[in-house]
């Protein structure tokens, strides 16, 4: 599975018709209207534009970059996973033909060792197959059987050791492990399989010819892989989280997995395990060994969507914090100018010669532009005080000028 089929399975029209993804389009909407002038748009109070012009100039720039995080976020998560799927199922796979193939090799081995041996008597090849079965614990079982099917000696992996089997009524004619090698003189690796005789777990059988056996002598020795052991190894393996394996034979049968539950040893998983089920359910990826062994992992693409959404919440908080911080600044940098500018209007509203003051106070934090608007009122004002009380006293002096001389009485 490359990233293309994950971002198909990611960016569904449910991802954009979430309330996350509507109440995100909203605001940038909102966003992006405000910023528009409109001509007919009513004259706002200063601290009004102010906050609004602010809050655009910083939610802008976070937006796209929440925008462009929550991408390469998304995308480094889908990348790595499918990396990380794919690295374990390589990995699996060498191990599982690793080990198969040190399986046969080892069988091979032993039907060498047992054609250097053409006088052994039945306790010998007993003893040798003990041996052999000591040295190799990945088998659960093994055995040297003659030409006719009969069970020379036969040993089992106890709790308390390699122990010697019974083998009495013991055959094993009838079976693939047995009949190939002997029809074609190579060695045998069978299918997934479950015991009998020796045990009823699921096993696969390697299994070898003995060169120039004897009539009564050993003609084709076995080992029984243990899956059951193997299945842990493969379990103990570093998988994702959530993350499941399947191991199918050449046939298709469940040999190994760590969902026992889920796919019941010997049974034919319906459907395709190495490709998204339904709607994109599974991340998955499939190796097949030399021997036709196919090894599967898959990940619920859920895990993936879980990651994306913290991701998302992430972006999401940053946002809001950027939000909360720009409407801060906002109310700081507006009340920096609107306030000295709404008690210059005041004043100037208010200003009533002479009574009125001819000095407004402005901090000298207020802006240079405010400050020199209020210097300059200050300069009319004081002029306008001082014309003011010229006119009053020149109307003064004239009403007494007219005013008739009164006579007087003799």
Partial sequence: MDTGQIATMIFTPDHWTSPMALAGLVLLAIVIVTAVPKRNRRSEPIGRILRRDIVIMTLLPMLSLALVLSDRSTRHLSEGTVASIEAVTTGLSAMLNQRLEKAQYAVQSLALTLESMPDAADDDVALLLRRFHEINPEFISALAARADGTVIAATIAEPEGIVAADTRDVLIADRDYFREPIRTGERFLSSAFRGRGLGSDVIVAASAPVPGGRENGPALVEGSIDFVRLGQVARDYPLPDSAEFVVLDPVGQVAASNRPATFRPLSTPEGTLDRPAGRGEYISASRRTSDGWTVIVRLPSVHLHQQI????????????????????????????????????????KDYVPPASTDRI?????????????????????????????????????????KEPEKPVDR
């Fill in 309 to 348: 959404a913290a991701d998302l919440a992430i972006s999401a908080i940053w946002v809001l914090t950027a939000l909360s911080l720009a409407l801060l600044l906002s109310a700081v940098l507006t009340a920096r100018v609107s306030l000295p500018l709404k008690r210059l209007a005041e004043a100037v």
């Fill in 361 to 401: 106070a402005v901090t000298t934090r207020a802006p240079q532009e405010v400050r020199m608007l209020a210097r300059h009122f200050n300069l009319s004002a004081r002029r306008m005080n001082e014309l003011y009380t010229r006119l009053v006293a020149m109307l003064k002096a004239r009403e007494l000028e």
